[in-house]
C-alpha cells in the first residue's frame, strides 16, 4: 500500500525561509513530486527526485532521502504569492501518482 | 493554449442524473490521467490510459464510473446515476513518454444536490 504524510498547517513570515516535510511507505518508488497547488486551481509542477540528494531550482529546493523515506521542500526568500498548498507525491507502477492531504502554506507579512 | 483542458468546469446535478466530463491532453501525450479530489484533500487517483489502452482502475472506481479514450487523444469520465459523494474536483492529467511529469488540467469541478 502506499502512505504519504506531511504536515497538514504551515505559517511563515514573507521572506523567510519554510521546509515541509513529507515522509512515505510505498510499494513501489519511481520518484518523488512536489506539487502547489492554489485554491480552486490545478497542481502546478515544482521539483521532481529520484535519486538522493538536493534539487535546487531558483527560490524552490527539494531534497529526497529514500533509505529514511523522507523528503523536504525548502522555500526560500518567501512571497505572498506562495501561500498555497504544497502537495508530496510518490510515482509508483506506471507513473501513477499517489499524493499526501497537502500541506497548507499560510505567508504573513 | 497547449495546455491539458477540461470541459465544463463546473457541473451542478441532481442526484441520480448521469454526467460526462471531457479532456483533451496535450498533444503528443501518450499518458492520460484521471484523479478526483475531494476539499482538504489531495488529488487520488482513478485510472490511466496509455494511448487508447486503459491500463489500471483504482479501487476507487465504483462500477457507476467508466473512462474511455478512444482514439487515443482525449478522453471521456461518466458518472452514472450520481450520488452526493461524487461531489469533488475530477482533474485530468497528461505526460510525454519517457516523461514522469504529469501536467494537469483545470478540473471540472461537480456538484450533486
Known amino acids: 500500500g502506499q502512505n504519504i504524510d506531511q504536515p497538514t498547517e504551515m505559517t511563515a513570515t514573507e521572506g523567510a525561509i519554510v521546509q515541509i516535510n513529507c515522509t512515505y511507505q510505498?510499494?513501489?518508488?519511481?520518484?518523488l513530486f512536489w506539487y502547489q497547488q492554489h485554491a480552486g486551481e490545478a497542481p502546478t509542477f515544482l521539483s521532481y527526485?529520484?535519486?538522493?540528494g538536493l534539487e535546487e531550482k531558483g527560490r524552490f529546493s527539494s531534497f529526497l532521502s529514500r533509505s529514511k523515506g523522507y523528503s523536504y521542500l525548502l522555500l526560500k526568500e518567501l512571497q505572498m504569492k506562495d501561500s498555497a498548498s504544497y502537495l508530496c507525491?510518490?510515482?509508483?507502477?506506471?507513473?501513477?501518482?499517489?499524493f499526501g492531504t497537502g500541506t497548507q502554506l499560510k505567508v504573513e507579512l | 493554449d497547449t495546455g491539458v483542458s477540461q470541459d465544463p468546469r463546473h457541473k451542478i446535478t441532481k442526484r441520480g442524473q448521469n454526467v460526462t466530463f471531457r479532456c483533451d491532453p496535450i498533444?503528443?501525450?501518450?499518458?492520460l490521467y484521471w484523479y478526483r479530489q475531494t476539499l482538504g484533500q489531495g488529488p487520488e487517483f482513478l485510472t490511466y490510459?496509455?494511448?487508447?489502452?486503459?491500463?489500471?482502475k483504482s479501487r476507487l472506481l465504483s462500477d457507476r464510473f467508466s473512462a474511455e479514450r478512444p482514439k487515443g487523444s482525449f478522453s471521456t469520465l461518466e458518472i452514472q446515476r450520481t450520488e452526493q459523494g461524487d461531489s469533488a474536483m475530477y482533474l485530468c492529467?497528461?505526460?510525454?513518454?519517457?516523461?514522469?511529469?504529469?501536467?494537469f488540467g483545470p478540473g471540472t469541478r461537480l456538484t450533486v444536490l
Open positions: 492529467a497528461s505526460s510525454f513518454p519517457g516523461i514522469v511529469e504529469q501536467f
Open positions: 510505498t510499494s513501489g518508488f519511481n520518484g
Open positions: 527526485n529520484v535519486l538522493d
Open positions: 507525491a510518490v510515482s509508483g507502477g506506471g507513473n501513477k501518482l499517489t
Open positions: 498533444s503528443e501525450h501518450n499518458r
Open positions: 490510459f496509455q494511448n487508447e489502452a486503459q491500463l489500471e
